[in-house]
């Protein structure tokens, strides 16, 4: 049985900082990977669910993703509706390579 899961404002910008600390290594997967879990996180606050979209965009530009470039289109738009109206998929890791609408397992130590 999984726990309820809840914002955790400190582990979702540990997630952002790890992200970032990855990009100056330029160790891309890692930094994905980090925005991933940031994502998963804040998906349900709507100006953090934007800008880890945000994140993923400027990741998809800078890596000449085109894929997920144009995947994060739409979700940029639907962020901040689908965290407001609670629609947005529990555990969703908000990358291009998994529906936009599909929900997720949360990772055991990202549950509060």
């Not at 804040?42 to 085109?66: E, I």
């Amino acid at each position: 049985m999984q726990k309820k899961f809840q914002l955790n404002h400190e582990k979702f910008k540990y997630e952002i900082q790890l992200a970032l600390q990855a990009r100056l290594e330029k160790n891309y997967k890692k930094e994905w990977n980090h925005l991933e879990r940031a994502h998963i996180l804040g998906q349900f606050n709507p100006w953090k669910h934007f800008w880890v979209h945000l994140l993923m965009m400027r990741f998809s530009l800078v890596n000449l993703k085109l894929f997920e470039f144009l995947g994060q289109i739409p979700r940029i738009i639907l962020a901040i509706p689908g965290s407001v109206t609670g629609l947005a998929p529990k555990g969703n890791t908000g990358g291009s390579n998994v529906g936009m609408f599909t929900p997720m397992d949360i990772p055991e130590d990202l549950l509060s």
